[in-house]
T-cell receptor, first 112, second 113 residues
Framework: GESVGLHLPTLSVQEGDNSIINCAYSNSASDYFIWYKQESGKGPQFIIDIRSNMDKRQGQRVTVLLNKTVKHLSLQIAATQPGDSAVYFCAENHNQGGKLIFGQGTELSVKP | ETGVTQSPTHLIKTRGQQVTLRCSSQSGHNTVSWYQQALGQGPQFIFQYYREEENGRGNFPPRFSGLQFPNYSSELNVNALELDDSALYLC????????????FGQGTRLTVV
Protein backbone atom coordinates (compact mmCIF):
# COMPACT_ATOMS: atom_id res chain seq x y z
CA GLY A 1 0.00 0.00 0.00
CA GLU A 2 0.94 3.66 0.16
CA SER A 3 3.83 4.29 2.48
CA VAL A 4 3.48 7.77 3.86
CA GLY A 5 1.34 8.38 6.88
CA LEU A 6 0.84 11.00 9.55
CA HIS A 7 0.75 10.29 13.25
CA LEU A 8 -2.03 12.71 14.20
CA PRO A 9 -5.10 13.59 12.16
CA THR A 10 -5.70 16.87 14.05
CA LEU A 11 -3.52 19.36 15.89
CA SER A 12 -4.74 22.39 17.82
CA VAL A 13 -2.29 25.11 18.90
CA GLN A 14 -2.47 28.54 20.44
CA GLU A 15 -1.61 31.49 18.23
CA GLY A 16 2.03 32.37 18.68
CA ASP A 17 3.06 28.88 19.75
CA ASN A 18 5.23 26.60 17.66
CA SER A 19 3.59 23.71 15.78
CA ILE A 20 5.13 20.36 14.98
CA ILE A 21 3.52 18.07 12.43
CA ASN A 22 4.91 14.58 12.08
CA CYS A 23 5.06 12.08 9.25
CA ALA A 24 6.31 8.50 8.94
CA TYR A 25 7.40 6.89 5.72
CA SER A 26 8.27 3.30 4.96
CA ASN A 27 10.22 3.37 1.71
CA SER A 28 13.89 3.83 2.50
CA ALA A 29 14.54 4.34 -1.21
CA SER A 30 12.63 7.61 -1.25
CA ASP A 31 15.03 10.44 -1.98
CA TYR A 32 12.85 13.52 -1.84
CA PHE A 33 10.17 14.76 0.52
CA ILE A 34 7.76 17.67 0.36
CA TRP A 35 5.37 19.37 2.72
CA TYR A 36 2.19 20.85 1.32
CA LYS A 37 -0.45 23.06 2.92
CA GLN A 38 -4.00 22.73 1.69
CA GLU A 39 -6.69 25.22 2.61
CA SER A 40 -10.35 24.42 2.17
CA GLY A 41 -11.40 24.47 -1.48
CA LYS A 42 -7.87 24.96 -2.76
CA GLY A 43 -5.12 22.83 -4.22
CA PRO A 44 -2.05 21.84 -2.17
CA GLN A 45 0.44 24.68 -1.75
CA PHE A 46 4.16 23.87 -1.75
CA ILE A 47 5.76 24.80 1.59
CA ILE A 48 9.21 23.27 1.73
CA ASP A 49 11.10 20.26 0.49
CA ILE A 50 14.13 18.26 1.52
CA ARG A 51 16.34 15.70 -0.17
CA SER A 52 17.43 12.51 1.50
CA ASN A 53 21.05 13.69 1.74
CA MET A 54 19.98 16.41 4.19
CA ASP A 55 18.76 16.26 7.79
CA LYS A 56 17.31 19.73 8.09
CA ARG A 57 16.15 22.55 5.94
CA GLN A 58 14.78 25.92 6.96
CA GLY A 59 12.43 28.30 5.25
CA GLN A 60 10.52 31.32 6.37
CA ARG A 61 9.03 30.32 9.76
CA VAL A 62 9.17 26.66 8.74
CA THR A 63 11.73 23.94 9.29
CA VAL A 64 11.68 20.41 7.97
CA LEU A 65 13.60 17.68 9.76
CA LEU A 66 14.39 14.31 8.23
CA ASN A 67 15.45 11.32 10.30
CA LYS A 68 16.31 8.54 7.90
CA THR A 69 17.21 6.12 10.67
CA VAL A 70 13.60 5.93 11.87
CA LYS A 71 12.07 7.09 8.59
CA HIS A 72 10.47 10.13 10.13
CA LEU A 73 9.76 13.59 8.75
CA SER A 74 8.52 16.61 10.64
CA LEU A 75 7.40 20.12 9.84
CA GLN A 76 7.93 22.81 12.43
CA ILE A 77 6.07 26.09 12.15
CA ALA A 78 7.33 28.91 14.33
CA ALA A 79 4.97 31.48 15.87
CA THR A 80 1.89 29.83 14.41
CA GLN A 81 -0.67 32.26 13.01
CA PRO A 82 -4.39 31.90 12.25
CA GLY A 83 -3.52 31.90 8.56
CA ASP A 84 -1.58 28.68 9.13
CA SER A 85 -4.83 26.82 9.79
CA ALA A 86 -5.10 24.18 7.06
CA VAL A 87 -4.48 20.52 6.34
CA TYR A 88 -0.81 19.66 6.00
CA PHE A 89 0.41 16.77 3.87
CA CYS A 90 3.80 15.20 3.63
CA ALA A 91 4.66 13.52 0.37
CA GLU A 92 7.56 11.37 -0.74
CA ASN A 93 9.00 10.75 -4.14
CA HIS A 94 10.16 7.32 -5.19
CA ASN A 95 11.55 8.71 -8.43
CA GLN A 96 9.14 6.46 -10.31
CA GLY A 97 7.75 8.62 -13.07
CA GLY A 98 7.41 11.57 -10.75
CA LYS A 99 4.87 9.85 -8.55
CA LEU A 100 4.39 11.58 -5.22
CA ILE A 101 2.98 9.46 -2.40
CA PHE A 102 0.88 11.53 -0.02
CA GLY A 103 -0.11 10.82 3.52
CA GLN A 104 -3.65 11.29 4.83
CA GLY A 105 -2.96 14.76 6.22
CA THR A 106 -2.98 16.57 9.55
CA GLU A 107 -5.49 19.32 10.18
CA LEU A 108 -3.89 22.22 12.02
CA SER A 109 -6.22 24.50 13.93
CA VAL A 110 -4.86 27.73 15.42
CA LYS A 111 -6.72 29.22 18.36
CA PRO A 112 -6.58 33.00 18.77
CA GLU B 1 -0.75 31.69 -6.98
CA THR B 2 1.11 28.89 -8.74
CA GLY B 3 0.31 29.72 -12.33
CA VAL B 4 -1.33 26.32 -12.79
CA THR B 5 -4.94 26.72 -13.88
CA GLN B 6 -7.63 24.09 -14.11
CA SER B 7 -11.06 24.11 -15.68
CA PRO B 8 -13.83 23.77 -14.88
CA THR B 9 -13.73 24.40 -11.13
CA HIS B 10 -16.85 22.35 -10.47
CA LEU B 11 -18.68 19.74 -12.51
CA ILE B 12 -21.64 17.43 -12.01
CA LYS B 13 -21.98 14.35 -14.20
CA THR B 14 -24.26 11.33 -14.31
CA ARG B 15 -22.98 7.81 -13.79
CA GLY B 16 -21.87 6.30 -17.10
CA GLN B 17 -21.04 9.62 -18.72
CA GLN B 18 -17.63 10.80 -19.86
CA VAL B 19 -15.76 13.86 -18.60
CA THR B 20 -12.77 15.92 -19.73
CA LEU B 21 -10.83 18.07 -17.31
CA ARG B 22 -8.23 20.60 -18.41
CA CYS B 23 -5.00 21.95 -17.01
CA SER B 24 -2.64 24.71 -18.09
CA SER B 25 0.81 24.27 -16.62
CA GLN B 26 2.99 26.96 -15.13
CA SER B 27 5.04 28.83 -17.70
CA GLY B 28 8.19 26.89 -18.53
CA HIS B 29 7.00 23.65 -16.94
CA ASN B 30 7.04 20.70 -19.33
CA THR B 31 5.69 18.01 -17.02
CA VAL B 32 2.12 17.60 -15.83
CA SER B 33 0.84 15.11 -13.27
CA TRP B 34 -2.76 14.36 -12.35
CA TYR B 35 -4.02 13.36 -8.93
CA GLN B 36 -7.36 12.30 -7.49
CA GLN B 37 -8.20 13.47 -3.99
CA ALA B 38 -11.16 11.91 -2.23
CA LEU B 39 -12.72 13.80 0.64
CA GLY B 40 -10.57 13.62 3.75
CA GLN B 41 -7.72 11.83 1.96
CA GLY B 42 -4.40 12.74 0.47
CA PRO B 43 -4.04 13.02 -3.30
CA GLN B 44 -3.52 9.78 -5.25
CA PHE B 45 -1.29 9.77 -8.32
CA ILE B 46 -3.14 9.00 -11.56
CA PHE B 47 -0.44 9.57 -14.20
CA GLN B 48 2.19 11.96 -15.47
CA TYR B 49 2.78 13.43 -18.93
CA TYR B 50 6.10 14.60 -20.30
CA ARG B 51 6.67 15.75 -23.86
CA GLU B 52 3.18 14.58 -24.82
CA GLU B 53 3.81 11.00 -23.65
CA GLU B 54 2.57 9.21 -20.55
CA ASN B 55 5.49 8.87 -18.15
CA GLY B 56 4.28 6.82 -15.22
CA ARG B 57 0.86 5.69 -14.05
CA GLY B 58 -0.74 4.94 -10.71
CA ASN B 59 -3.32 2.28 -9.84
CA PHE B 60 -6.15 3.63 -11.96
CA PRO B 61 -8.12 1.71 -14.61
CA PRO B 62 -7.74 2.38 -18.35
CA ARG B 63 -10.93 4.43 -18.40
CA PHE B 64 -8.73 7.17 -16.94
CA SER B 65 -6.72 8.55 -19.83
CA GLY B 66 -4.89 11.73 -20.63
CA LEU B 67 -3.27 13.93 -23.21
CA GLN B 68 -0.57 16.54 -23.23
CA PHE B 69 -0.34 19.15 -25.94
CA PRO B 70 2.71 20.86 -27.51
CA ASN B 71 2.16 23.87 -25.23
CA TYR B 72 2.38 21.45 -22.26
CA SER B 73 -1.26 21.88 -21.27
CA SER B 74 -3.03 18.65 -20.46
CA GLU B 75 -6.39 16.91 -20.32
CA LEU B 76 -7.69 14.17 -18.09
CA ASN B 77 -10.48 12.05 -19.55
CA VAL B 78 -12.60 9.67 -17.55
CA ASN B 79 -15.01 7.32 -19.31
CA ALA B 80 -17.95 5.38 -17.88
CA LEU B 81 -18.08 7.48 -14.74
CA GLU B 82 -18.77 5.73 -11.47
CA LEU B 83 -20.06 7.22 -8.23
CA ASP B 84 -16.66 6.60 -6.61
CA ASP B 85 -15.05 8.89 -9.18
CA SER B 86 -16.49 11.82 -7.25
CA ALA B 87 -13.42 13.68 -5.99
CA LEU B 88 -11.19 16.70 -6.37
CA TYR B 89 -8.96 16.26 -9.42
CA LEU B 90 -5.65 18.05 -9.15
CA CYS B 91 -3.13 18.91 -11.77
CA UNK B 92 0.49 19.59 -10.86
CA UNK B 93 3.17 20.98 -13.13
CA UNK B 94 6.91 20.78 -12.70
CA UNK B 95 10.14 21.46 -14.53
CA UNK B 96 11.16 17.83 -14.49
CA UNK B 97 9.75 14.33 -14.32
CA UNK B 98 11.16 13.56 -10.90
CA UNK B 99 8.24 15.04 -9.00
CA UNK B 100 10.36 17.72 -7.41
CA UNK B 101 8.89 21.16 -6.84
CA UNK B 102 5.51 20.18 -8.22
CA UNK B 103 3.02 23.05 -8.08
CA PHE B 104 -0.69 22.35 -7.96
CA GLY B 105 -3.70 24.03 -9.47
CA GLN B 106 -6.85 24.71 -7.49
CA GLY B 107 -8.46 21.51 -8.71
CA THR B 108 -11.71 20.48 -10.35
CA ARG B 109 -14.43 19.20 -8.03
CA LEU B 110 -16.22 16.38 -9.86
CA THR B 111 -19.50 15.03 -8.52
CA VAL B 112 -20.98 11.92 -10.09
CA VAL B 113 -24.66 11.31 -9.39
Amino acid sequence: GESVGLHLPTLSVQEGDNSIINCAYSNSASDYFIWYKQESGKGPQFIIDIRSNMDKRQGQRVTVLLNKTVKHLSLQIAATQPGDSAVYFCAENHNQGGKLIFGQGTELSVKP
Amino acid sequence: ETGVTQSPTHLIKTRGQQVTLRCSSQSGHNTVSWYQQALGQGPQFIFQYYREEENGRGNFPPRFSGLQFPNYSSELNVNALELDDSALYLCASSLNTGGTEAFFGQGTRLTVV
